[in-house]
């Protein structure tokens, strides 16, 4: 967010057509003027805008580090596993808080040079789509950056309570200090709610979004928040645009590739940053959660090998033919995210019919699959908690889940790792359920 002139240029240059760059040879001037020069700044070939932060994906609880593991890890990362919040930025700066602002620096941009294109005669129905899409971006990464660098949300503190640093302008020079927790909120679902006018029901690549995609964020951003009517409303709207679940019988070894258009799961593909790529890869899976997971189901097959010596390790993820993290917009998780909506305001059967429609899909054929329905299940809540441990690994959502049940006496998690001889743990009264500001930020501007 400070190295903002040399990041303006990189982000007008490198991520704009060859036909833009064609136009404008002398690359250090080059600026955005059509509605082509920018959607090729919201298409960004190499899909940086399209990640997420990196460092959360340690707070996996299922992934386990052998001794002496981290030995080539940075100092972040090995810091980050082991949750030492203390001893965190050696080198003052965070990678996850300077690219994702970078991104929305970027889309700033997208909606400033809009703003100059009103009243020109241009093509109004994909000026408005380029806008919705830029909301839907600022959106995405104001969340991310939400949910990374200020504490869970609560709603006894969250008007007072720090935030993040709401950048609404490409003003590169402009310095702000935080909003509060609820201000950010309210600018995040506004943009998404506009994002909802014009997004279209469908998009050439998934790296768009699309009008399903904006419906599952803002059921995400509300499931943060606890407010489960428009949990529900969100999810099922999501779900009306698209329902579709994979036979995962029909898979041979790994997921589709779902740039290639080949996962109808995919909602909006997404990626985090690989800071802990080659951590969460060779991790091995904790044996607690390889069993949850039962001998019909056929996602223990698909997302972990298992060695000969019975070592679990990341097999495949929704990225699809590269082997890491996804953290984008599903459909699956959207029937769990609104089966427990449901749950939550007492509407048990229609829950029901959601998780079995999910799990059905994930059972092997020549297994019979036995319904899961109130008498089978004790606590329906408890029940599609797991479902989503079963279902979403390597989807960049643990650590979502273990800010939102922080406070939950009968879902807070207590997790525990032994690296070296020593014992770590992290649990509700951890100070870690959210990352400082870097340094570096301080540095430039005190007041934040």
């Not at 700066?93 to 009103?118: F, G, M």
């Not at 039962?294 to 990341?314: A, H, P, W």
Request: proline share 6%; glycine share 4%; net charge negative.
């Amino acid at each position: 967010m400070r190295n903002t002139l040399m990041i303006m240029l990189c982000i007008l240059v490198a991520s704009c057509s060859d036909a833009f760059l064609d136009a404008k040879p002398d690359k250090a001037l080059a600026i955005p003027h059509t509605l082509d020069d920018l959607q090729a700044l919201l298409d960004d070939v190499n899909q940086q805008i399209n990640q997420t932060p990196g460092f959360p994906e340690l707070f996996a609880p299922e992934i386990v580090v052998a001794e002496n593991g981290l030995g080539r890890e940075n100092m972040d990362v090995t810091n980050t596993y082991l949750w030492q919040r203390g001893n965190l930025y050696a080198t003052i700066s965070n990678y996850d808080w300077d690219w994702i602002y970078e991104q929305v620096l970027r889309v700033n941009v997208v909606l400033e040079e809009l703003k100059k294109l009103d009243g020109q005669n241009i093509d109004v129905k994909r000026y408005e789509q380029i806008r919705a899409s830029a909301s839907f971006f600022r959106a995405w990464h104001l969340f991310h950056l939400l949910i990374t660098f200020s504490p869970p949300y609560n709603p006894v503190t969250a008007e007072v309570e720090p935030g993040i640093v709401l950048k609404l302008e490409a003003d590169i020079n402009e310095k702000l200090g935080r909003s509060s927790i609820s201000e950010c909120y309210r600018q995040i679902i506004a943009d998404l709610e506009f994002s909802t006018t014009a997004l279209p029901k469908t998009v050439p690549v998934p790296s768009r979004p699309n009008l399903a995609a904006a419906y599952a964020l803002l059921a995400r951003v509300y499931m943060s928040m606890y407010d489960y009517q428009n949990v529900e409303r969100y999810a099922e709207l999501s779900l009306a645009e698209n329902n579709a679940l994979m036979d995962y019988n029909a898979l041979t070894g790994r997921f589709p590739d779902p740039l290639q258009n080949n996962n109808k799961e995919v909602l909006f593909y997404a990626i985090p940053i690989l800071h802990a790529a080659t951590l969460t890869r060779n991790a091995m899976i904790d044996r607690s959660h390889i069993g949850l997971y039962t001998s019909g189901d056929l996602r223990r097959e698909l997302y972990y090998s298992v060695s000969n010596s019975d070592i679990y390790k990341m097999k495949s993820t929704y990225r699809g033919t590269t082997l890491t993290s996804f953290s984008g917009l599903t459909s699956s998780e959207m029937y769990l995210v609104c089966a427990e909506a449901k749950i939550r305001l007492g509407k048990v059967e229609d829950a029901l019919l959601l998780i079995n429609r999910l799990r059905i899909s994930r059972w092997r054929t020549e297994v019979p699959y036995e319904p899961l329905d109130e008498l089978s299940v004790d606590n329906l809540l408890e029940a599609v908690l797991l479902e989503r441990k079963r279902e979403l690994p390597f989807r960049g959502l643990a650590w979502f889940d273990l800010r939102r049940l922080r406070n939950d006496p009968q879902f807070s998690e207590t997790i525990t790792r032994e690296y070296n001889g020593e014992v770590f743990t992290f649990g509700p009264l951890s100070d870690f359920y959210h990352f400082p500001v870097p340094p570096s930020e301080i540095m430039y501007n005190p007041d934040i």
